[in-house]
């Protein structure tokens, strides 16, 4: 893995952004990130691991890569191999010492990145999560049977694993680099499931996690990666985790 920054230099952020035909997308929260990091005046940079997209994902990547050098790298895979997968490849390239994990489809604003920052700071977290179920957080643009999946997912592993954080299978998140390694070395799922495997993992090594209320988005482009399979995989990581925690 890329190493991380040394003490005294200026801090970096790494954006780790999973992508699958994400083709529409990817310009415009390129451009949303390149403005929240240059207001803020942060060093960052964003790694697009896309996993072979047949709708041009790559080739909008590499133009990309090109208009925000030195800020932009591709690491593309041969296949739909994963979102859990897609972190772990992501972080070897990554040059931050605090990772940025979210979604390409704008479910994750990152006007929410400086709160989510200024979070770690004041509470020295290793972890920050944004959250859809604490504070002013919440969910738009789903219908109803969507957020009952959602909430009851959240409610049935809280119920099982008491990991202390109000959503668990939130993907939107800021950790200390060092403690995302950490946590990838002793967690093996990979999966859907792999978010709420590195909080409840984390919570249990004594690892610190602050929340940030967000505002949640469905896509505004492309279909949605969750089916019925993504579902029963995260019935059984739940009891899994219960199992091995």
């Known amino acids: 893995m890329a190493s991380a920054k040394s003490s005294g230099s200026k801090d970096t952020y790494s954006v780790i952004l999973p992508t699958f035909n994400e083709r529409q997308n990817l310009p415009i929260i390129t451009w949303?990130?390149?403005?929240?990091?240059?207001?803020?005046?942060?060093d960052w940079e964003l790694v697009i691991v896309d996993d072979g997209?047949?709708?041009g994902t790559q080739e909008v990547a590499a133009q990309l890569v090109k208009a925000y050098s030195p800020h932009v790298?591709?690491?593309p895979r041969?296949?739909?191999?994963?979102?859990?997968?897609?972190?772990?490849?992501?972080?070897?390239y990554a040059k931050g010492n605090y990772i940025i994990i979210m979604d390409a489809d704008f479910s994750h604003h990152p006007k929410f990145i400086p709160q989510m920052i200024e979070k770690m700071k004041e509470g020295d977290y290793?972890?920050?999560t944004g959250t859809r179920y604490a504070g002013d957080g919440g969910v738009y643009g789903w219908d109803l049977k969507r957020k009952l999946t959602?909430?009851?997912?959240?409610?049935f592993a809280d119920t099982v694993l008491r990991p202390g954080v109000s959503d668990l299978t939130g993907s939107f998140r800021l950790y200390k680099r060092a403690v995302l390694e950490k946590l990838f070395e002793s967690t093996d799922a990979r999966g859907f499931t792999m978010q709420m495997a590195l909080a409840?993992?984390?919570?249990?090594?004594?690892?610190?996690i602050g929340e940030v209320p967000i505002s949640f988005v469905d896509r505004v482009y492309g279909d949605s990666k969750l089916g019925g399979e993504e579902i029963v995989e995260y019935a059984k990581g739940v009891l899994q985790l219960w199992w091995s925690i």
């Open 53 to 55: 997209s047949p709708d």
């Open 126 to 128: 290793d972890i920050v």
């Open 32 to 42: 949303l990130l390149n403005r929240t990091f240059t207001e803020q005046n942060l």
């Open 78 to 92: 041969t296949g739909k191999l994963g979102l859990g997968t897609a972190y772990v490849h992501g972080l070897k």
């Open 150 to 155: 959602s909430k009851g997912a959240n409610i």
């Open 73 to 75: 790298q591709l690491r």
């Open 200 to 208: 409840v993992t984390a919570k249990a090594k004594g690892y610190s």
